[in-house]
């Protein structure tokens, strides 16, 4: 009996088919490994499956799929990187190691990722927030770093002078980038910085803190999602929980006020922050009457991935530091894919299809394995897309028999 599989993989790499006795074989590279029934076929393809022409099959005894071009269009996240360029970062040496590790792993993935880029500190007195970026687009490794390899400490009249770190400014700054990017796709914030945020006043900690709480929740509601990575180092003075709640806020799950605020948090941040006036700029700005703070905080901490790399000693947390950035990116993999062209899926024929992960079948499941959204769209979904979102995880197979496959 005839079968004949249509599928792809993980990007628009286009994959070769070649036709025998009563079948199409298809085979690809990592991310789009498909091979259909049939007779003695061939074919190669390329890396990372996606764009899968099919064709009538050499004479013989079997009946093929007709002509038809398949192109599969994976829906390409963007990420923003933005990295804190305050003094403590030169101090600690941290500054050269890391921007090694995220220029290698944005050439590694830019084809299948957009990216944009920028560094950011401030001079109390002098210009704040001081913001040096690139702008979005795909394969943008070389402009990105062109950039970052010529930025060094900030100074002024080459002196030496403290570098803040006014972290809400710069989100700020980086939201208004990604909300007015059309391009379809999940969108990102990878967010990496070695200290507590300021307003460029050295003032209360807990104030700059609670201002950035707010605008990650308030990124998150606009459909941002931020990754944070809290560099710790010997000259930073970073913490934990502060982290934690960036964290939280950047992924919308539940922020815990940090510990040194009594209950209710709202109002004793208040009472702490009233005079400071960046503080009571962003509260105004965020549209906040009363006596209350400007995040949002609840009962219980979340569990968002909070990645804390230990670059105390700068080379032999290098590698450690390399490993969690490429989780960080491995972990905005898309879940969705798209099918366009001449085709669309029946729906009422899913159980004929088959989905696999690493030659692990996933499961055919609304809540948790894959699902069809559209006749065009299929998600993974639940544990399915944690699976797919692995770094160790490139190869995924989609499998559908001519039978699910209605022909526009």
């Known amino acids: 009996m005839l079968s004949c599989l249509v599928g792809c993989g993980a990007s628009d790499v286009p994959l070769r088919q070649g036709g025998g006795t009563g079948g199409v074989v298809i085979t690809g590279g990592t991310g789009g490994n498909i091979s259909t029934g049939g007779g003695a076929g061939t074919g190669t393809g390329n890396q990372t499956g996606g764009s899968i022409v099919t064709g009538t099959p050499d004479a013989g005894s079997g009946q093929g799929c007709q002509n038809l071009q398949v192109v599969f269009e994976p829906k390409i996240p963007t990420v923003f990187v933005l990295v804190d360029r305050s003094g403590s970062m030169f101090d600690s040496m941290v500054w050269a190691p890391l921007r090694t590790g995220v220029l290698n792993i944005l050439q590694a993935t830019q084809a299948d990722i957009r990216y944009g880029f920028a560094a950011f500190t401030g001079l109390a007195g002098v210009t704040c927030p001081i913001f040096d970026g690139v702008p979005i687009a795909q394969n943008n490794y070389t402009a990105i770093a062109t950039l970052y390899n010529r930025l060094d400490r900030a100074m002024v009249n080459g002196m030496v002078i403290k570098a803040e770190t006014p972290t809400t400014m710069a989100l700020a700054q980086v939201g208004d980038v990604l909300k007015s990017d059309t391009a379809p796709g999940d969108k990102f914030i990878l967010f990496v910085t070695d200290g507590e945020p300021d307003f460029c006043d050295d003032s209360n900690h807990i104030c700059a803190v609670d201002s950035v709480v707010h605008e990650l929740q308030s990124l998150k509601q606009a459909g941002i999602t931020t990754i944070v990575m809290g560099l710790k180092s010997t000259a930073s003075d970073i913490s934990l929980p502060s982290m934690q709640a960036f964290a939280n806020a950047g992924a919308g799950q539940p922020v815990l006020a940090p510990p040194t605020i009594p209950t209710p948090a709202p109002l004793n941040i208040f009472y702490q922050c009233n005079s400071v006036p960046g503080w009571v700029s962003d509260l105004a700005a965020a549209g906040k009457m ?107 197979d989609f499998n559908f028999p001519c039978g699910v496959i209605i022909i526009k």
């Open 290 to 396: 009363g006596m209350t703070s400007i995040g949002a905080y609840g009962a219980t901490s979340g569990t968002a991935t909070l990645y804390n790399p230990d670059l105390t000693n700068v080379d032999a947390g290098q590698s450690t530091l390399v490993q969690q950035l490429t989780s960080a990116i491995a972990g905005v993999k898309s879940c969705t894919f798209d099918l366009s062209g001449k085709i669309e899926v029946d729906l009422n024929q899913l159980g004929l299809a088959s989905v696999s992960i690493e030659g692990r079948a996933v499961p055919l499941d609304q809540s948790n394995g894959w699902r069809m959204n559209t006749t065009t769209q299929l998600e993974l979904v639940g544990d399915a897309c944690a699976t797919w979102r692995k770094p160790e995880n490139t190869h995924i």
